[in-house]
């Protein structure tokens, strides 16, 4: 090869590793930005997915809360905590009313004291969330956490 055609290789290789590099970077960014965006917000979604329209008690409505607490319930989970416990009061409010669908375990005494069946299950902090497979979780769990760990969904 000739000096000329050599230097013009090398500026198409160069060129070529620049479009290379400059479509790496967007796909990077692009990626990155659909996973900030894709995040699962946490709280409660007031939105009703069933609700018959002869039924006015708003009781009688179905919300994703209650579907997605159903759900947590069938595949056995569980929530361990105390009445007195602020961090399991934070837990129960993010389910709202959905909360009763919960199988739920008290493991205080009136006194404050741990009553039997939460010592012998071995809880040592509250709320403690149990799974069907025996894992635990400790502290309050975002909603996207309990996704993960049982496959329920809150958006059906």
Not at 73 to 88: E, I, K, L, P, Q
Not at 116 to 128: E, F, N, Q, R, V
Request: proline content about 3%.
């Amino acid at each position: 090869m000739t000096k000329k055609k050599e230097k013009e290789f090398e500026e198409k290789v160069n060129t070529e590793k620049g479009h290379f590099l400059i479509i790496t970077i967007v796909l990077i960014l692009a990626f990155v930005g659909f996973l900030i965006l894709s995040e699962v917000p946490e709280g409660n979604v007031d939105i009703p997915i069933v609700s018959d329209k002869n039924v006015m008690e708003q009781d009688a409505q179905i919300t994703l809360e209650d579907n997605f607490a159903a759900c947590l319930t069938r595949r056995g989970t569980r929530m361990y905590g105390a009445f007195w416990c602020s961090h399991c009061d934070t837990q129960k409010k993010l389910f709202g009313n959905a909360w009763k669908q919960i199988e739920y375990i008290e493991c205080s005494k009136p006194d404050r004291t741990q009553n039997a069946l939460c010592t012998k299950a071995g809880i040592k902090s509250y709320p403690t969330w149990e799974f069907q497979d025996g894992t635990r979780v400790l502290g309050v769990q975002s909603f996207a956490t309990l996704e993960l760990k049982t496959g329920c969904k809150l958006i059906p």
